[in-house]
């Protein structure tokens, strides 16, 4: 008989949903549903983990370790023992270190599972053996640093406190696609108080289409934007003085920086009308319950940071921190206080190996001296959680630099993705319900653990389980590599003040974060002073700050559309992928069925293009091929392609990637996948 069981998403999403899994047998789940039990999951739960069942039962699936036995890229894979796949791969670490010392060895890995042991515990690998360290900079970094160069730590109001809110922003974040728990909270907002939402997006996304207002503006304006609301807040005695002179560093200093930045500036910069960047003033300001939900997207261009600060400046102006309902999010890591020294092993050297920014991983591959922060080559790879064949930037480089026959690459994955593809070992993973992990999140208050619903499949393994058994072969005897997942989690919360212990979390099923919390900064920010910094101070977030912007307003830095090169290009997620997963789940690939290029019904008139036909767009970086797909869902004079499909979906086995640069963001580095201008034509 089958039982529901509890457990946690661990996908790269902001929820990290509390789930019930329906257990069919020791091997077998079926249906997938969220806790109602939740406060804030409510039993919602996107379809994607809805269909979860097709992910986990996939014909697919790696379930045996392989060893490439034909040329890089060829899929020619014969199998072999788990012995024989280990052995192979800490021979070919030891050559390296051997050779070229410890640091031509990176161990690369992102969220393909959010839980801090089977993500983190690669880290542990790192700190034992010095080898490479790795800049996460793919996803939050630029959002994080413009939300932390005002409030000075990444936290905000509770998502569930939205029931009280009388006005909704939701800027630069598509929920109904990666947030839809969110969106439940908005609906109950909606239908008690009435609430008004307001959408800001270029894209006439699924949420904006939930909107009462969508504000379509052009992709990199936000600042902008902000900026003139700001001008208007100030102008028409809107601003709470007295929260601002109590609260905020230079509000007088502000209002003056912003004397010209009024809406007919914002007008020419960000497409939208005078009158409606004026009506969306008047609305917020005269709406103490406002709650602003920033999304990551509207970070990801190369004024993403200063773009984020000007946002978050605007529940300051109005004191709405001060109101229930009130305030605004980015993300709540900054809440969570679990001490992972044990799975990340922070205390088994005085490691200072280089760094290596992992969105620059073709030009570190192809031995760039500056990439490679002047150090040795990169000659071994684990990669784990991660496909950098198709979500990095700069595909062309990155396709080149994984071809490199002198490179060792072992690709420990679930199923045969492009990076597998590029390995010369690969090794089976285990999925979520097939092993221990425990789960903080940037998009609620809680945390959760998890155990095993299933066996693993086949000869499928863990990371800890791989990262332990590499340990031992190299060399190491330290203690946490020969114990167990859960007990590295015991370990975890035994070190964390104020969480309860294993056995209670598990029995709890969750443990809500935010008690105890200021969650509206009511006591002050988190800088030393206490105070909100209107006048950002980039080197406090940043090492690259020079030429950023001394206030809010349009840092104009973007890749702007050229005569040579005349569109926009934007790449938002699809609904049905996350990122580069579930791009093979059946229900997935139902509803997306191929990449299209997105343009707008008179730009695709004033080129001669029909729906589906084959369009080549292209910049400096390279040329991708896909099929038109006509919509007034783009703004005039932006294309849009949404979700990470693999290279092979594309007419010409290039991904779309291939567009993006990868030269990093100020002031911490990060991807601009919302930054790049293309040229077009028939292919």
Request: charged fraction near 20%; hydrophobic fraction near 40%; glycine fraction near 8%.
């Amino acid at each position: 008989m089958s039982q529901y069981k509890p457990s946690v998403c661990p996908h790269d999403c902001p929820s990290a949903c509390a789930l019930e899994v329906e257990c069919l047998d020791d091997a077998t789940i079926g249906k997938v549903r969220g806790a109602k039990a939740n406060n804030y999951t409510q039993g919602v739960l996107c379809t994607k983990v809805a269909n979860y069942a097709e992910r986990v039962h996939h014909p697919d699936r790696l379930t045996v370790p392989l060893m490439r036995t034909g040329p890089k890229g060829s899929g020619e894979y014969t199998p072999i023992s788990w012995d024989a796949a280990m052995t192979r791969v800490a021979e070919e670490f030891q050559k390296a270190t051997d050779e070229h010392g410890a640091e031509s060895v990176w161990p690369y890995y992102y969220a393909g599972t959010m839980g801090a042991v089977q993500r983190d515990g690669i880290l542990r690998l790192k700190n034992a053996f010095g080898y490479s360290g790795m800049d996460k900079t793919i996803c939050t970094i630029n959002a994080y640093a413009g939300w932390k160069a005002g409030a000075g730590n990444v936290r905000g109001a509770d998502s569930r406190d939205i029931i009280k809110s009388d006005l909704i922003v939701i800027w630069g974040c598509n929920a109904v696609a990666t947030q839809i728990n969110f969106m439940k909270h908005v609906a109950q907002a909606k239908r008690d108080r009435n609430t008004t939402v307001v959408v800001v997006d270029p894209s006439t996304t699924g949420t904006a289409k939930k909107a009462d207002i969508h504000l379509a503006l052009k992709p990199g304006t936000d600042g902008a934007l902000a900026a003139a609301m700001m001008h208007c807040l100030f102008r028409d005695g809107l601003a709470d003085w007295e929260y601002l002179n109590k609260m905020t560093d230079d509000p007088q200093g502000l209002e003056a920086s912003l004397k010209d930045k009024n809406p007919e500036w914002a007008a020419d910069i960000t497409g939208l009308s005078i009158e409606a960047i004026e009506s969306f003033a008047a609305l917020y300001g005269n709406t103490q319950r406002s709650f602003i939900r920033l999304g990551i997207g509207f970070s990801r261009s190369r004024n993403g940071a200063p773009n984020v600060h000007a946002v978050s400046c605007l529940p300051v102006i109005t004191g709405a921190w001060q109101h229930p309902g009130g305030g605004a999010l980015l993300g709540m890591s900054g809440i969570f206080k679990l001490n992972t020294a044990s799975i990340e092993g922070t205390d088994l050297s005085e490691s200072t190996a280089r760094v290596l920014d992992m969105s620059r991983v073709g030009a570190v591959l192809l031995g760039e001296a500056v990439a490679l922060k002047n150090g040795p080559p990169v000659k071994a790879m684990l990669i784990q959680n991660t496909n950098p064949m198709a979500v990095a930037p700069d595909l062309n480089k990155v396709y080149e630099g994984f071809a490199r026959e002198d490179l060792f690459v072992c690709v420990h994955e679930q199923f045969m993705t492009e990076t597998a593809k590029m390995a010369d070992i690969i090794l089976p993973a285990t999925m979520f319900v097939e092993h221990d992990d425990i789960y903080t999140s940037y998009g609620q208050t809680h945390l959760q653990v998890s155990q095993p619903i299933i066996s693993p499949l086949a000869e499928c393994r863990s990371n800890h389980e791989v990262i332990c058994d590499l340990a031992k072969r190299l060399g190491s005897e330290e203690a946490s590599f020969s114990v167990s997942a859960k007990d590295l989690i015991k370990d975890a919360l035994a070190a964390s003040e104020g969480y309860p212990n294993y056995e209670a979390l598990i029995k709890n099923k969750w443990f809500d974060c935010s008690v105890d919390v200021d969650m509206q900064f009511k006591h002050g920010f988190d800088w030393p002073d206490k105070k909100f910094r209107l006048k950002p101070v980039w080197s406090d977030v940043g090492d690259d700050f020079e030429g950023m912007p001394e206030w809010p307003g349009h840092w104009a830095v973007t890749e702007t559309a050229t005569a040579e090169k005349p569109y926009r290009l934007t790449t938002p997620p699809a609904r049905r992928f996350l990122n580069s997963s579930f791009t093979q789940s059946p229900s997935s690939l139902k509803t997306e069925i191929r990449p299209a290029l997105r343009i707008h019904p008179n730009d695709a008139n004033a080129e001669n293009i029909q729906t589906d036909q084959l369009i080549e767009i292209g910049n400096d970086l390279g040329v991708v091929t896909l099929h038109a797909k006509i919509t007034d869902t783009t703004l005039e004079g932006v294309l849009e392609v949404r979700g990470v499909w693999p290279g092979d979906a594309f007419e010409g086995g290039v991904g779309i990637n291939a567009l993006i640069s990868a030269k990093p963001a100020q002031p911490c580095g990060g991807a601009t996948f919302h930054d790049a201008a293309v040229w077009l034509k028939h292919a």
